[in-house]
Structure formats: structure tokens, C-alpha cells
């Protein structure tokens, strides 16, 4: 209930606006808390997820690090297809464990392995020594064809990428040619530079002899000063590094990475770690190894000659020392990935390493991670290599989660380089959809209560305050009703009175003053009768006498009370009683009973004191089998529809103070309402056309 000082004033309009205001007052702080704690929510789970996307970037790290690591041990003599085996006075000659067919590789994606070395003659694990028969080392014609078809393709794929020679321009045998398909003179060029190198070793050959086969031939000499540059794997990596590394704190995304929204700082606790990681491996160096190498040496007709291998006559074991670099990576023009290092070894250069395929690699190492985390459902993946992006992971298929975070749909949410030698690789985690958090629901079901509390109390206050300023006007109006109601009798009985005191009325008008005086007081005792009823119904103090009475006896004892005033009114009272509702008895107060007889007599006679047939009719029938219903009809014009539901309600009125022409304080009918409703009854209205019936029923206690 409104304060009746703050309703005092208000109409309809000024209420609504005054409360529309009073809501406001409490929405807007509300809404803008909700809105707060929803972005708390919402950024603690983007800061969640951004630590989950940091420790898959440095799980992936690490296991691509370990796989790195195990192909760096790898010897200078494993990248040729004979290595020897056990200690060198007692060692045997066997496969590498890189010339295996299919490749096998630590490292996913592997094309093949391969070496160069400083003429840009390329060679591979694959291939047994030129001169050796494939079935005698247990490789079948078919094997041995797909091991020259895959050679072929990797030569063709460094080739193509200017990082070896092909095997049109190679001077010595091309990969995969028999022995006469290269031309003569090279291959006398490579018997007699073996030769020398032979004869050098012999204490029995004079110096002279020596120095007359060292002296190269002119076309030794062209082909010695067919030199191949390897400074192309040098440049491999040059865009990055003239570009300087990216820093730590570096986590804005760049232009030509085409992410959506804006860019949020990348709070990576794996920032750290990776910093420190690159500064360990900045600080690699080379190492060196000892490596043993066979030659099988047969001397036929003085000259020197490579003999199969299967029929080694002298087993020569070659043991040196090179100095290896650290593997370094790089994406080829080819789309092939390239994992190489550089190894010295007798003062030439040679460069060994192995080819990969880009969407096999990548899948196998940061796919199959990815895939199986729940980021793949929140996030987008995308691989960038040197700033631009190579591969995207996005589960199309994923599972729909309501979307706490509309505004953030493709914003960045980590990103983070590989440490060396895969620095060059990034990956970008993006935002596709986020997950509500772990208060999502509670936030949601205050939000909805809180709602529903405003709102409810706005409409709850609205209507509470349009029914106390209706009642404000109402009470209002009784007390002017009322003050007419009291002041017309006491005017007509003072007025009465007096002529009777002067003994201006004559013997036959003095009886009708004293009828009009008893009448008059009748009223005013039925007015007051009415108003201290509606006292004790207002403070829920209502005294009833509740006792079992027969319907007949209640209906003769209320005929005598009413009838006189039903006659002195100018009507015709029509009495009924049904039978067997009259045998009924039922648990009323005689006296309330009676005055709601009277309030709708009286409201009878003041609405059809105009109509053509002034009658009154009561009745009394059963109301299906256990209730008795009573009923007074009037034969007036009746009760518009629209005020049917309004005439039980306290101080209404159907019409206006100002323009009224009948009498009443607008309480009698809300007293029989609230009356019957008191006696475990009920009380209805009905147009009968014509008048207006009132209807009320009791429940039968008993049955004579």
C-alpha cells in the first residue's frame, strides 16, 4: 500500500509517470551491476580459455622439440645408406636406419631424408652406392624402383627450389642412371681422382707418378670450377631474420593475418617461458662427432675401382671428425617444409635434412592436438609462418554453446611462436564462440529475478495505487453520500416534528406525519445499521450468529420485517417458497440474513421506483442437491453489462455525485457481498428483462 500523503494529488498519469520514474531509479543501477558482472563473466572465461590455448601451443612446443631433438642425434654417416657398426677393430657394415623404405621418421609428414654437399650433388639414405647391386642387398626390383621414383622426387623438389642441382645439370651420375648413362668423361674424372687418392697411400709409388695423376686434365679442370653455392639455404630464413624476431609482449595480430575484431593483449603465462626457450636456443652451438664410413677397394689392372659391395675383397673404414650445426626449418616455395642443418667436414660444407609435407605435418603435430581439446569448439586455429597464415583448424561440426560473448566473435585470444628451430612457425587462437562460465546460470536466474521482481513490484505498486486512489475518491464520495443519506431524513423528521410540537397539523395529518417520521427514522436506522456493519467487516471484527434455521421460518420472520416498507414504498411484495426447499435448514445469522434482505429490497425500490410495474418478488428454490437459493427481482430498467462485475465493489456507485438521482452511500450491495460470502455463501446478479435479479445461495446443513 502506497502512503496516503504520497497518493494525495495523483491522478492516473501522475502516478504512472511518478512510478515509471521510481522504476528507473531502480533498473538503470541494477542493469548497469548485471552488465558489469556479466563482463567479469565473460572475460574470466576468455582469460581461462587464453591459458588453456597458451599451455596447448607449449605442450605442441615441446613435443615437436622432443621430435627435433631425437633427428638432430642423428650422425653425419646416417644420411648415407652403408654406416658402420661397433667398434671400428671389430666392426661390420650395415644399413642406415634412415635408408628404411617406407620412410620411417620421427618427425611426421617426412618426405625423405637427404644430403648436398658443396657442388649441390644431391644424395639420399634411400639409394645403395652407385656401383652396388640392389638384389644383393635384399631390394627387390619393385622396392628399388620406388625408392628411385622418390629420390627423384625430392631432387626434383630441392631443385625446383634452387637448392640442389638437378639431374641434368649434376656432373656426376644422375640419381637413378645406370653407370653408362652418365657421360665418359666423368666418370674417368671420379676412377682416376680415387686413384690418386689411392696411390697417395702406397709407400711403393714414386712422387712424380703421383703428382703427374694429381695434375687435373682440362676436363677435370671444367668440371672443378663448376662450382654450386650454397648460400641459398642461408637465405632460407633471411625475411625473418632481416625482420628481427617478434618480442614476447608482441601479441597484436598483423595486418596480413586478416583476423576479425579487434585485438585483446594475449595474458600468456607461456610468454615467459617461450622467451627464455629462445634465448636457450639462441645460445646453441655446434657439436662435433666422430664418424666412420666404409670403402670396399678392388685393384683391377692397376687402377682403382668401386667393387660390389656384396663381394668386398678389403673392408677400408674411414673415420673423420665433423662439426654439425643445429637444424634449422623452413617453408620452401614449393609448399614443402624443409628441416636441415649444416655439417663441415674436411673443410667442405654439406647440407643434410629432410623434406615434410606441410598439411601432414602440421595436421599430425598441432591438428591432432587441437582437434582433440575444447578449444576447438570455442576457438579457431590458425598456423602462420612468418606472419602469414599457412593452415586453419576449425570444427565446423562442434557443438552449439550459447554465446555469452557476441562482441567478441573472431577476436584474437592467443598467439604465440614456436621456440627455435620452429620460431618461424605462430599459432593463433581466435574466438569463435564462448561457453557461459561457471556462474553463467546464477547470473542468469538473479537477472530473470530480479526482473521479474521490478517489473511485478512496478505493476503490483501501479495497480495498488490506482486502487487506492480510486478508493480515496470513493470514500470521498460516501462521506458525501452519507452526509446527504443523514441530513434529509433529519431535516424531514425535524421538520415533521416541529409541525407536530406547534400543533400546526390537523388530526388526519398528523398520521402521516408519524408514518413519514417512523419511516424516515427506519432509513436512518438502516444507514447506520449498514455503516457499523462495514466497520467491523473493515476490521475484520464481523460478530456472526450462526444456527441452524428452517427456510420457511427465515423467509416468514424477514417477511415481516420488510413488508411495511415494501408497501409504504408504493410496491407489490411477491412472496415464494418452494417445497422442498422450505423443508431445508441451513446455519445462518437470522439478523445478517435479514439485513441483506433489506439492502436489496431497499436497492430494489430506489432503481425501479420509475418502472411501469412496481413489484418486488422473493423467492426461495433448491440450487441442485445441497444448496437453497434466495432471490429479489425488481421489474426496473436492470444493470447496464459493463457495471455487472463494478456493483459488489465497496462505494460504487453507477453514477456521478454530481448528476445522481437516486439515494444510497454506494455500501449496501459490497455488505451483501461480503455478508454472504462471510456464511459460506454466494451472491450473483442477472439482468431478468425486465429488472434485475439478485441471487444467493447457502449450503444445506440439513433436511426435515
Known amino acids: 500500500m502506497l502512503p496516503k500523503r504520497l497518493i494525495e494529488g495523483l491522478d492516473k498519469a501522475r502516478l504512472r509517470n511518478f512510478l515509471a520514474l521510481f522504476f528507473l531509479a531502480l533498473a538503470v543501477p541494477t542493469a548497469v ?84 654437399d658443396t657442388d649441390g650433388d644431391f644424395s639420399t639414405p634411400l639409394l645403395p652406392p652407385e656401383d652396388a647391386e640392389a638384389g644383393s642387398l635384399g631390394i627387390s626390383e619393385n622396392e628399388f624402383s620406388d625408392r628411385l621414383s622418390l629420390a627423384r622426387e625430392l631432387q626434383a623438389v630441392l631443385a625446383d627450389n634452387s ?108 610468454e615467459q617461458g617461450r622467451a627464455d626457450g629462445d634465448a636457450v636456443a639462441d645460445l646453441r652451438k655446434k657439436r662435433t662427432e666422430q664418424s666412420a664410413l666404409p670403402e670396399s677397394v678392388v685393384v683391377v689392372a692397376g687402377k682403382q675401382q668401386i667393387a660390389n659391395v656384396a663381394g668386398l675383397t678389403d673392408l677400408r673404414i674411414n673415420t673423420f671428425e665433423s662439426e654439425i650445426d643445429p637444424f634449422e626449418f623452413s617453408l620452401l616455395d614449393s609448399g614443402h617444409f624443409v628441416l636441415f642443418r649444416k655439417v663441415w667436414r674436411d673443410g667442405e660444407r654439406y647440407i643434410q635434412g629432410l623434406l615434410l609435407d606441410e598439411q601432414t605435418f602440421t595436421e599430425a603435430v ?79 536466474w538473479v537477472t530473470l529475478v530480479l526482473a ?31 452526509s446527504h443519506e443523514l441530513k434529509s431524513p433529519l431535516t424531514s423528521i425535524r421538520m415533521y416534528g416541529e409541525m407536530l410540537k406547534e ?68 410496491f407489490e411484495l411477491r412472496f415464494n417458497t418452494a417445497e422442498d426447499a422450505g423443508r431445508a435448514t441451513i446455519n445462518i445469522d437470522a439478523d445478517c440474513f435479514a439485513q441483506m434482505i433489506i439492502n436489496l429490497v431497499d436497492n430494489a425500490i430506489k432503481f425501479s421506483r420509475n418502472a411501469e410495474q412496481k413489484i418486488i418478488e422473493i423467492s426461495c428454490n433448491r440450487y441442485g442437491d445441497n444448496q437453497v437459493m434466495f432471490s429479489v427481482r425488481d421489474y426496473g430498467p436492470g444493470i447496464e453489462k ?8 465497496l462505494f460504487y456507485r453507477s453514477e456521478s455525485e454530481l448528476t445522481r438521482e437516486t439515494v444510497g452511500t454506494g455500501i449496501g450491495l459490497a455488505i451483501v457481498h461480503q455478508l454472504a460470502g462471510a456464511m459460506d455463501g454466494n451472491v450473483d446478479m442477472v439482468n431478468a428483462d425486465p429488472g434485475a435479479e439478485f441471487r444467493f445461495w447457502f449450503p444445506i446443513a440439513e433436511q426435515a
Open 33 to 116: 551491476l548485471i552488465w558489469q558482472a556479466y563482463s567479469q563473466l565473460k572475460w574470466a572465461v576468455f582469460h581461462q580459455y587464453q591459458v588453456d590455448a597458451a599451455e596447448l601451443t607449449q605442450r605442441i612446443d615441446t613435443r615437436l622439440n622432443e621430435l627435433i631433438r631425437i633427428t638432430d642425434a642423428r650422425s653425419f654417416a646416417d644420411y648415407t645408406f652403408l654406416v658402420v657398426s661397433g667398434d671400428p677393430s671389430a666392426s661390420f657394415v650395415q644399413r642406415s636406419p634412415l635408408s628404411a623404405y617406407p620412410v620411417e621418421a620421427d618427425v611426421p609428414g617426412a618426405l625423405g631424408y637427404f644430403q648436398v
Open 163 to 270: 637448392l640442389a642441382q638437378s639431374r641434368e645439370e649434376s656432373g656426376r651420375r644422375s640419381i637413378g642412371g645406370a653407370a653408362g648413362d652418365a657421360p665418359a668423361t666423368v666418370m674417368e674424372e671420379e676412377k682416376e681422382a680415387r686413384l690418386v687418392g689411392s696411390l697417395a697411400a702406397s709407400p711403393s709409388v714414386e712422387e712424380g707418378a703421383v703428382a703427374r695423376l694429381a695434375a687435373p686434365t682440362p676436363a677435370l679442370q671444367s668440371s672443378a670450377d663448376r662450382t654450386y653455392s650454397q648460400e641459398v639455404f642461408d637465405e632460407l630464413n633471411a625475411p625473418r631474420r632481416n625482420a628481427g624476431l617478434k618480442s614476447a609482449d608482441d601479441s597484436k595480430p598483423d595486418a596480413d593475418l586478416m583476423l576479425k575484431g579487434e585485438a585483446i593483449e594475449a595474458d600468456a603465462p607461456f
Open 366 to 444: 598441432v591438428g591432432a592436438s587441437f582437434m582433440g581439446t575444447a578449444l576447438a569448439d570455442m576457438t579457431s586455429l590458425d598456423v602462420a609462418y612468418q606472419d602469414t597464415v599457412i593452415h586453419t583448424f576449425n570444427r565446423r561440426d562442434s557443438r552449439s554453446y550459447p554465446n555469452v560473448a557476441e562482441g567478441l566473435d573472431g577476436t584474437l585470444l592467443y598467439r604465440n611462436r614456436l621456440t627455435a628451430p620452429l620460431d618461424s612457425l605462430e599459432l593463433i587462437f581466435s574466438i569463435k564462440r564462448l561457453p557461459p562460465g561457471a556462474g553463467a546460470s546464477v547470473l542468469g
Open 452 to 482: 521479474v521482481v521490478l517489473v511485478g513490484g512496478f505493476i503490483t505498486l501501479y495497480r495498488s495505487g490506482l486502487s487506492q486512489i480510486a478508493l480515496a475518491r470513493q470514500q470521498q464520495d460516501f462521506v458525501s453520500a452519507v
Open 503 to 570: 400543533g400546526w397539523a390537523d388530526e388526519e395529518k398528523r398520521q402521516s406525519y408519524y408514518e413519514f417520521i417512523h419511516d424516515e427514522s427506519e432509513r436512518l436506522s438502516r444507514l447506520i445499521a449498514n455503516v457499523l456493519q462495514l466497520a467491523n467487516i473493515s476490521r475484520n471484527e464481523p460478530q456472526f450468529d450462526l444456527k441452524p434455521t428452517n427456510v420457511v421460518e427465515l423467509m416468514s420472520n424477514t417477511e415481516s420485517k420488510i413488508s411495511s416498507q415494501i408497501e409504504r414504498a408504493g
Open 642 to 649: 459493463d457495471q455487472m462485475k463494478k456493483i459488489f465493489q
